[in-house]
């Protein structure tokens, strides 16, 4: 099977800054999308940043400016920093991929898999 990992979350000030990652271990065979969601309190889950296995990257319009997702194939990691983080920015962030892993011994299959979420919290 295969697992994400997340870390990095905690309790920042305003204007402050914060990187969280998420490493993906398991059967992997290749790795399409990585990217980071949030819900805060009382709201639905968004999408907040993406990145292909192309490099390609995708912000909402919220964070663009302040947060910059990136990605290390050799490790299965991706990370999210952030800057100048706002009181808004308080939200749950979990990692997301959509990835093939190995199904031996006949072939692969594609998943989705989320990590278990980590806790930001922009506060003075």
């Known amino acids: 099977q295969v697992q994400l990992v997340e870390s990095g979350g905690g309790l920042v000030q305003p204007g402050g800054s914060l990187r969280l990652s998420c490493a993906a271990s398991g059967s992997i065979f290749s790795i399409n999308t990585m990217s980071w969601y949030r819900q805060a309190p009382g709201k639905q889950r968004e999408l907040v940043a993406a990145v292909s296995s192309g490099g390609t990257t995708s912000y909402a319009d919220s964070v663009k400016g302040r947060f910059t997702i990136s990605r290390d194939n050799a490790k299965n990691t991706v990370y999210l920093q952030m800057s100048t983080l706002k009181p808004e920015d308080t939200a749950v962030y979990y990692c997301?991929?959509?990835?093939?892993?190995?199904?031996?011994?006949?072939?692969?299959?594609?998943?989705?898999?989320w990590g278990q979420g980590t806790l930001v919290t922009v506060s003075s």
């Open positions: 997301n991929s959509v990835l093939v892993a190995r199904d031996p011994p006949s072939g692969f299959r594609a998943l989705e898999v």
